[in-house]
């Protein structure tokens, strides 16, 4: 069955430390992968996406990820957080053998302290 | 360019009412979802629908129906709600079928009592 796993539900990082959130998955075909975060009360918004080419992503806010067919991950990456940064992370996972559906991850929380 | 709206932001229900989640969006997105999010649980996707008069299940649709008469609306009703819906519910569309960006709304919460 198609999965998508975030193994770490919470992480706590220094303000100025690197962050690396995992996501793997289960599909058979080529996925398209999403990472989103969310901001407490607030909805979805896209920080990157991956559908072909070039496996390593940059996205907005200073996030990269990185897609590694053989390990079936999609980690997200940071290499300085900031306070601002604090929010629930989703990896999304599609492909075309799903039709048209996403497959969210169930979350991390991210704390950033002083 | 209001993107994806959705009312109520909040709404309150006793067990066995009815009621209707509004969802609209102005981009002509053909792809069309809704979801509901719960702690510890991620989003699971409801309903989905791919075009005006089409619309098809998603992961978890028991107690929800759905339409699609336009392509900018997407309500989402509720037929005789339990405390089991209770959830914050967000409606997104998306800029292409497969592998297009999904744009989200800013969310219903939901409390039935």
């Known amino acids: 069955a198609q999965s998508v796993t975030q193994p770490d539900i919470h992480i706590t990082v220094s303000e100025g430390a690197s962050l690396e959130l995992r996501c793997n998955y289960s599909?058979?075909?080529?996925?398209?992968l999403f990472w989103y975060v969310q901001s407490p009360g607030q909805g979805l918004q896209l920080l990157l996406k991956?559908?072909?080419?070039?496996?390593l992503v940059q996205g907005i806010k200073g996030f990269e990820a990185e897609f590694k067919r053989s390990q079936s991950s999609f980690n997200l990456r940071k290499p300085s957080v900031h306070w601002s940064d604090a929010a629930e992370y989703f990896c999304?996972?599609?492909?075309?053998?799903?039709?048209?559906?996403?497959?969210f991850g169930k979350g991390t929380s991210l704390l950033v302290t002083p | 360019n209001a993107g994806v709206t959705q009312t109520p932001k909040f709404q309150v229900l006793k067990t066995g009412q009815s009621m209707t989640l509004q969802c609209a969006q102005d981009m002509n997105h053909e792809y069309m979802s809704w979801y509901r999010q719960d702690p510890g649980m991620g989003l699971r996707l409801i309903h989905y629908?791919?075009?005006?008069?089409?619309?098809d299940q998603g992961e978890v649709p028991n107690g929800y129906n759905v339409s699609r008469s336009t392509t900018e609306d997407f309500p989402l009703r509720l037929l005789s709600a339990a405390p089991s819906q209770t959830s914050v519910y967000f409606c997104a569309s998306r800029d292409g079928l497969a592998g297009g960006m999904e744009y989200f709304g800013p969310g219903t919460r939901l409390t039935v009592t």
């Open positions: 991956y559908f072909s080419g070039d496996t």
């Open positions: 599909y058979g075909a080529t996925p398209y």
């Open positions: 999304a996972v599609g492909d075309s053998n799903s039709g048209y559906a996403l497959n």
């Open positions: 629908s791919v075009g005006a008069g089409i619309t």
